[in-house]
């Protein structure tokens, strides 16, 4: 294992279009907010209370809202504006960033935390509250040593979350607990090529490398090294 000098984090916009149409019309705080075309795309957080989350077909949701549900079709071009404002903020404030989709992205904060005699925890407290301040619209942080980890990291915990990893001893018994879909990229094609050899993301980091190049390629390989990066 080698130690990485750099901070990854992950950040990713709490059901985004919900929270765009939020925004744009403050009546709708608290309401049960659903944008959808056919299917539900984004929902608030209080209408998954009910178990209405994307892909749920939206006859379904009216018939369990009924009159509470707030339906609206999507506003992309919106939508696009308000990620463009969150992405230009994380280029002016951080030293290094990546779009991931129009509603998360990485960075890595490097040494920036020690040059404002902070730690790493009140450094992305401050930058949480910073962007709700900023952009109006609520993010969830996810830190470790590499992007794969600070991505795999954040289907654990939301909405409205910063969650810090720097512990080697947890994360072993954490990956033994994660199924290895929890990856990212490593799509069903090569579950299926893996699943007697890996069900979980400790043991496909376990696999000899020339196995796991043979059998899916260098993407995994990759993803490999990023996992054991500490």
């Known amino acids: 294992f080698r130690k990485s000098q750099k901070i990854f984090i992950h950040v990713d916009c709490d059901s985004f279009f919900a929270s765009c149409e939020v925004l744009r019309n403050p009546l709708l705080k608290n309401a049960f907010v659903c944008v959808w075309n056919e299917i539900v795309i984004a929902c608030t957080y209080n209408c998954k209370d009910f178990w209405i989350k994307t892909w749920t077909p939206i006859w379904e949701a009216k018939r369990i809202l009924k009159d509470r549900l707030v339906s609206i079709a999507p506003d992309h071009t919106y939508y696009e504006e308000i990620s463009q404002k969150l992405f230009e903020y994380l280029r002016k404030n951080t030293a290094w960033f990546e779009a991931f989709s129009i509603d998360e992205a990485f960075f890595f904060i490097s040494l ?53 990893w720097f512990d080697q001893e947890r994360e072993i018994k954490l990956f033994k607990s994660l199924d290895i879909w929890k990856i990212p990229f490593i799509w069903s094609a090569y579950q299926e090529r893996l699943k007697y050899k890996a069900s979980n993301i400790y043991a496909f980091i376990q696999l000899w490398f020339w196995d796991l190049k043979n059998r899916i390629g260098k993407n995994a390989t990759d993803l490999r090294l990023e996992l054991v990066w500490v």
């Open 112 to 164: 920036l935390p020690e040059y404002f005699k902070m730690s790493v925890w009140t450094f992305l407290r401050n930058f949480h509250r910073d962007i709700l301040e900023k952009i109006w619209i609520q993010v969830s942080i996810w830190c470790a040593e590499t992007r794969i980890k600070s991505k795999i990291y954040s289907k654990l915990n939301k909405p409205y979350w910063i969650y810090i």
